[in-house]
C-alpha cells in the first residue's frame, strides 16, 4: 500500500497510466466514426454513423446507446468522435473515481506497524475458548475413495442393510378367529388338512384293494346288506312291542322274535327271507294292525 501511494506521487495528468493508455486505444479507434450534430442548442447531441450501425450521444448526460461509457466511466469510440467534433478533450469527460485524484485519495491513509506476539499485551481477561471439534461416528478411514467403476475389495463382509419394516395392524385368521397370523399360517388348520388327506388316503387305500379283490368285495357287501337287515328287523319288533293297545301285541312280539331267530340262524353266504305277515283273528276288535 506504501508503494502504491509513492509510485504516482510525481505523475502529472488527470488520468493514471492504465486508463489514459485505454482511452488513447480507444481514440485511436473513433476516426472511423462520423458525428453529425443533431442541432440543438446546448450542441451535445450527436447522430454517429459508422458499421455495423448507427448510434446517439448525448455529451451533456454521458450517454450513449452502446453503453460502454457508462459501464467503464471512459468515453467510448462514439463519444470519442463526437467530442473530436466540437474540439473538447476525452480525459475531460472520464468518470471521477477514475481520475488521479481518486487514486491519491484512495493511498492517503496508512498503516501502523504492529510488533511481534512476544511484545504483546497480556490481558486480563479470559482467553477465548475455540470451538469444539465435531468428529464424525466411526473410525476415520484411512483408505481412499474408490470410483463406481472401480470393484470394492471381498475381504471384509459388508454390514448388513437395515431398512425399517411398516406397522401394520394385528392380523386375524379367518379359520380359528384367533389375533397374530393368518389363515396360511394357522397350526389348526394344518391338522385338520393332514387328518382328512390321511382320511381320504385310507379311502382311497380300501377302495384299490376292494378292486383287485372281488371276493372280499362281495364278502363285505353281503356283510353290509346283512347289518342293514339285521338294524330293520330290530326296528320293526321295537314297533310291534310299543303297540299293547291291543291282545295281539303278544302274538305280534312272538312272530317278530321268530323272524329274528330266523334271520339269525341263517347262513352269512346265502340270503334269508323275512316272514312280515301277521295272524287274522277273527273278532273285530282283534283285527287292528300294527303299522310300522
Known amino acids: ?77 462514439h463519444a470519442c468522435a463526437a467530442l473530436a467534433r466540437v474540439n473538447k478533450h476525452p480525459e475531460d469527460f472520464c468518470h471521477k473515481l477514475i481520475t488521479i485524484e481518486s487514486y491519491k485519495e484512495t493511498y492517503k491513509y496508512h498503516i501502523n506497524p504492529i510488533p511481534g506476539q512476544a511484545f504483546w499485551e497480556q490481558s486480563q481477561f479470559n482467553k477465548p475458548l ?41 392380523f386375524t385368521c379367518k379359520y380359528c378367529l384367533q389375533k397374530g397370523h393368518t389363515k396360511r399360517g394357522c397350526e389348526k388348520k394344518r391338522e385338520a388338512d393332514a387328518a ?12 384299490a384293494e376292494a378292486a383287485k379283490d372281488p371276493k372280499n368285495a362281495s364278502a363285505q ?39 329274528n331267530i330266523t334271520i339269525n340262524s341263517a347262513p352269512i353266504g346265502q340270503a334269508s327271507e323275512i316272514d312280515l305277515s301277521q295272524p287274522i283273528c277273527s273278532e273285530p276288535e282283534d283285527s287292528q294292525k300294527v303299522q310300522f
Not at 382320511?199 to 380300501?206: N, T
Open 130 to 170: 475455540a470451538p469444539p471439534i465435531k468428529r464424525k461416528p466411526g473410525n476415520l478411514q484411512t483408505k481412499r475413495r474408490k470410483d463406481s467403476d472401480e470393484v470394492s475389495s471381498s475381504s471384509k463382509k459388508s454390514k448388513p442393510v437395515t431398512a425399517l419394516k411398516r406397522q401394520l395392524r394385528p
Open 1 to 77: 500500500m506504501a508503494k502504491n501511494k509513492v509510485k504516482l506521487d510525481n505523475h502529472l495528468g488527470l488520468l493514471p497510466p492504465v486508463i489514459k493508455s485505454r482511452l488513447e486505444k480507444v481514440r485511436k479507434e473513433s476516426r472511423h466514426w462520423h458525428a453529425i450534430w443533431s442541432g440543438d442548442t446546448g450542441y451535445e447531441k450527436f447522430e454517429v454513423h459508422g458499421r455495423p450501425t448507427n448510434h446517439v450521444v448525448d455529451l451533456g448526460k454521458r450517454l450513449c446507446t452502446c453503453q460502454f461509457w457508462m459501464l467503464t466511466g471512459i468515453p467510448c469510440v
Open 196 to 207: 382328512q388327506a390321511a382320511a381320504d388316503a385310507a379311502a382311497a387305500a380300501k377302495a
Open 221 to 259: 357287501a353281503t356283510a353290509t346288506a346283512q347289518a342293514t337287515t339285521t338294524d330293520t328287523a330290530t326296528a320293526s319288533a321295537s314297533a310291534s312291542a310299543t303297540a299293547t293297545a291291543t291282545p295281539n301285541a303278544t302274538t305280534t312280539a312272538t312272530a317278530t322274535a321268530n323272524a
